[in-house]
């Protein structure tokens, strides 16, 4: 009997419209290739910033309900030089994201044979680790405001406050444990800021003990962001599972990305895993202005981020076969001009396309 899965696609902009587009393309070659054991049914939404120019909201006011009917929703970037970067970012993603409490962010950081690392150490160790990035509520929850404008030039104020829930960090926190758990590596590095930032983060940390104590198998370590930036480039063999706040993840999250060799290649995955709400994959970059619409974009981020997608719809082989066929793709040379190659995205896709056949 066949399976079908129902997929949201969400472009949006820029380049997230090329990327979304080689995505479905690898997918329902995917599809094809299972003799009708599975099949996809994408439904795609408008939403972005030009539907912002047209209509004022970022996506439809009903929006989230048409999202609830589907099994997943796949992501392209938003985000325009012509609008407001909050306005696009909370009127769409961060929307999706905060009321589907989709609260767990995983992003992995992959070094792919045939892409060049900026870290040396790359040609020497085998390299890859996890980013885990609590994903509803630190740094990113959306509270505070601004005043006093009408106290003339220079005399406005703005507050803008980060909320550490109990709940929330815990839940974040025996996630990665748990994932540490699947790991040849069984390890969680935790991140905070708590020498500076002592209410919050103070917290988080005596979490992080309390929980590390239902996982003796688990290796632990505690390192200050700060520190944990320059542990990623001159100690990255160490790492394998790391965990960290809205803000901070994401920025580490794009470090590792860049030390993989571009930010083109970063995959994630939004998840809610109660499963109350359909999760969300998209890759970690944005709509890279610079470069939209030449269909020079690199689309490895975001078919990684569908095989995290095809696991998380219970496909683990799929994911696998499709990750197998990213890595042939690059290790064969055919690269985006950002990691030194002269493909154009559909050329990576349509390789990609012919290394699931084998
Ligand atoms: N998840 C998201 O939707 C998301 C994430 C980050 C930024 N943004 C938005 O995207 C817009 C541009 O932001 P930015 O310039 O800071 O970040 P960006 O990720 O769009 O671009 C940063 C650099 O990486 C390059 N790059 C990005 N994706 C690439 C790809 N697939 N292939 C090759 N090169 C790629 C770009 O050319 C650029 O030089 C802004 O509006 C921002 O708010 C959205």
């Known amino acids: 009997m066949s399976t079908t899965y129902s997929i949201a696609t969400i472009p949006a902009d820029g380049v997230g419209k090329e990327v979304v587009a080689s995505g479905r393309a ?14 996809f049914d994408f439904v795609e939404y408008p939403w972005g910033t030009e539907y912002y120019q047209e209509h004022g909201v970022m996506m439809d006011p009903d929006g989230l ?25 909370w009127g769409l993603r961060l929307n999706i994201c905060q009321n589907f409490d989709q609260w767990a962010n995983i992003r992995p950081v992959q070094f792919l044979p045939g892409v060049q690392s900026p870290l040396r150490k790359a040609d020497e160790v085998e390299l890859d680790w996890i980013c885990v990035r609590e994903n509803s509520e630190g740094e990113y929850a959306g509270i505070g405001g601004r005043n006093f404008s009408g106290r003339g030039p220079g005399g406005e104020f703005a507050v803008q406050s980060a909320l550490f829930s109990e709940f929330g960090s815990e839940r974040i926190i025996r ?38 104590k239902d996982y003796p198998d688990v290796a632990t370590e505690k390192v ?42 970063a995959s994630s995955a939004n998840l809610n895993p109660e499963r109350r709400f359909p999760s969300m994959f ?16 690199n689309p490895i981020g ?14 683990a082989d799929e994911a696998k076969r499709l990750q197998l066929a990213i890595e042939r793709t690059t290790g064969s040379g055919v690269l985006t001009r950002d990691v030194g190659g002269t493909a154009t995205t559909d050329e990576v896709t349509a390789a990609v396309i012919a290394n699931l056949a084998d």
Not at 177 to 205: E, H
Not at 233 to 248: G, K, Q, T
Not at 282 to 297: F, L, M, R
């Open 282 to 297: 998209e890759p970690v970059h944005g709509s890279a202005p610079d470069i939209a619409g030449q269909g020079v974009s």
């Open 65 to 89: 309900e048409d999202l609830k009917k589907h099994d997943a929703i796949y992501f392209g970037a938003v985000g325009w030089p012509d609008v407001p970067d909050h306005i696009t970012l």
């Open 224 to 265: 200050l962001v700060d520190a944990m930036a320059a542990k990623f480039v001159l100690h990255p063999e160490d790492l394998s599972v790391v965990v960290a706040s809205n803000l901070h993840a994401d920025i580490l999250s794009d470090l590792g990305s860049a030390l993989a060799g571009s930010l083109g290649l």
């Open 26 to 39: 690898v997918l329902d070659a995917l599809a094809e290739g299972s003799q009708g054991a599975f099949d």
């Open 175 to 212: 996630f990665a444990f748990d994932l540490a758990r699947t790991r040849t590596n069984k390890k969680v590095s935790c991140v905070t800021k708590s020498n500076a930032q002592q209410y919050g983060f103070v917290m988080w940390d005596e979490i992080f003990a309390r929980v590390a």
């Open 302 to 315: 975001a078919l990684a981020s569908a095989a995290l997608m095809l696991d998380h719809l219970g496909l």
